[in-house]
Structure formats: C-alpha cells, structure tokens
C-alpha cells in the first residue's frame, strides 16, 4: 500500500485535495481518511496526549486498510512539527508502507476566503489568527516530499499535480521505502 499524507494548515485544500484523488484512483482499491472528521473530540486542542491518541487512530486506520488490500490511502492531518511528522512516517514504513508526504500552503487571504465558503468561522479573534500564522509557518519548514502553494491554484490542478507525481512514483521505488 502506498499512503499520500497531505499536511498543511487550515483553509489550504488538504481535504478538497484527499477526496479528489480517492475519486481520481476509484477504480483502484483506495481509502480517504480525513483526520480532521476522525480528530473531532470535545475539547479539543493541540495537547499532546490528544495529538497522539488522534495519530495514533491515523496509524490504526492505515494498517487496517493496508490489511483490507488497499493499493492507496489518501490521508489528511495537520503536522505542525517535524518530529512528529517523521515519527509518523517511520511507523508507517516499518510496516512495509509506502509513503509520500505532500504539503500544502496558502497565502492568509486564499485560506480565509475558503473557510468563508465551507461556512466555518473565519473571524478568528487574534490570538487564534497568530497560532494560524505560526501554524502556516511551521508548515512550510517541513521537510516533504512535495510543496505546493495553493493560492492561485483551483481544486483540479492541484489533483492533476499530485496525480502526475503518484504515477511517477507508481514506476520507480517508494519514496519513503
């Protein structure tokens, strides 16, 4: 099985982008996992007993899909720090799965105009628009496999690149493998 692990802060596509290639990759045996609908507890927050009990509910999912036969896993999740990123991957590829880590950006106006239209708050009080902030900034220090700034991007020619590099990838050894 090989995942593609999309990354990025709020508003940037990571779920538009999930659905897309698990419908581009249908006739294939694929899974979608959103982390951010299988991370919904109340309360909520960046804790890192909750961080970890959502990674490690990612980390079952995979396995359980791998063992269903899936030949991909299309998986969301915000990875605000390097270490857990890679400690995430490296569980992964200890269980023979491919990985591929793509992440995504977005300048503040293109984030804020999209979580308008999904109807979710957008006028975040400032504190929470600087943990925004520094969110997107520690997103883009990630060391991936793939960057893409979606600002100026619509839904279709992200997919169309990230599908052009998973066929690249399907003809030659796995990234992470």
Known sequence: MRVVLVTGPLGVGKSTLI??????????KAAVLDGD??????????????????EEN??????????????????????????????FVDRLVEQ???VMV???????????????????????DPDTQRWLELLHESTLKLKTDMLIDTSHMNAYEVMNH??????RWESRIPVHQ
């Not at 990230?162 to 066929?167: C, E, I, M, S, T």
Request: charged share 25%; with cysteine; glycine share 8%.
């Open 102 to 124: 793509v992440s995504l950006c977005a300048s503040t106006k293109a984030r804020d105009d999209r979580l308008q239209k999904r109807d979710r708050a957008h006028n975040f």
């Open 96 to 98: 023979d799965i491919g």
């Open 162 to 167: 990230v599908a052009d590099r998973l066929a």
């Open 19 to 28: 659905e897309g290639l698990g419908r581009i990759y249908s006739r294939r």
């Open 58 to 87: 990612l980390f079952s999912c995979a396995q359980n899909f791998r063992d269903w036969g899936a030949e991909y896993l299309f998986m969301a999740w915000i990875f605000a720090r390097q270490g857990r990123l890679d400690h």
């Open 37 to 54: 609908a299988l991370s919904m507890t109340y309360p909520g927050g960046t804790s890192t007993g909750r961080l970890n009990l959502v």
